[in-house]
């Protein structure tokens, strides 16, 4: 019988522990609510401290859409790990696939992206997911992702 107990809150160290990303390319702050082979809640605080931010764009800041996707990506990976246990440590996790993204509004230093996943299929190795990012409740992005242990 699969374990879908709700994990409530992983922190940035347990994510590191999880996927191989790491400074400046983590973005994910921390996971607030996560279902294994169900749903998971994460977020990410942007500051103006973002590498990202020097080029894109000087005197208007404003996170790259491709960015907000990775996070969304990141946050599906950690569910997935904790979905596949045995996959800790012995295969990556790869971004397959990215269908219907669209970008309601920009986000800007000082927002908080919360994102949010459901996994909606699951053949073999290949995971699907319905995501979104929101600021302050907003729709800010949003796509279906789909990933793969390779």
Known sequence: MEDRTEIKDIDVLGIMRLLPHRYPFILV????????????????NVT???????????????MPGVLILEGMAQAGGCMAYHSFPEMIDNKLLYFAGIDKARFRRPVVPGDQLIYS????????SVMVMEGAAYVNGDLATEATLMASFG
């Open 48 to 62: 103006m401290n973002e590498q990202f931010f020097q080029g894109h764009f000087p005197g208007q800041p404003v």
């Open 29 to 44: 702050d921390r996971i607030t609510s996560l279902v294994p082979r169900e749903s998971v809640e994460g977020l990410k």
């Open 117 to 124: 996943l459901e996994l909606t299929k699951h053949k073999r």
